[in-house]
């Protein structure tokens, strides 16, 4: 799952996901904000893809250590899907409207987060955690 978002932030499926958007802006702006603003757009990229990159590493470490038997990864995994979703749902509109493949592709993701968190707490994979825990 890891992998297919990862691999969906290509541009040809996600648009410049790096670029700051500002949205509209109003007459009424504050003086001198407009140097603050490139200044902002000049390191957005390299603060959002060191937080694409944050964010990835802290899913793959959970995965991982919940591979592992640890039964506190699995619940802070359970936490870090669900908040990490809830960030997100504000964008599916939007995704729809620009990226639809985007939004395709997580839909996708979320469905299989929600299997793969199923078989984690229901059935064989709760009675391994308890079986190890």
């Not at 919940?66 to 809830?86: P, Q, V, Y």
């Not at 839909?107 to 825990?133: N, P, R, Y």
Request: aromatic content about 12%.
């Amino acid at each position: 799952m890891l992998v297919v978002s990862l691999l969906s932030l290509h541009p040809d499926i996600r648009g410049e996901w790096w670029v700051l958007s500002l949205g509209e802006q109003t007459d009424g702006q504050i003086p001198g904000s407009e140097s603050l603003m490139e200044d902002l757009a000049r390191v957005w990229p390299v603060f959002i893809v060191g937080l694409t990159v944050v964010f990835s590493s802290i899913y793959a470490f959970l995965v991982w250590t919940t591979g592992k038997g640890h039964n506190w990864a699995r619940w802070l995994l359970l936490a870090f899907i669900l908040g990490t979703e809830a960030l997100g749902l504000s964008d599916y509109s939007r995704s729809l409207a620009e990226t639809p493949l985007a939004l395709a592709t997580d839909i996708c993701v979320l469905a299989a987060e929600i299997w793969a968190l199923w078989l984690l707490f229901s059935g064989t994979g709760a009675a391994w955690f308890k079986a190890t825990g």
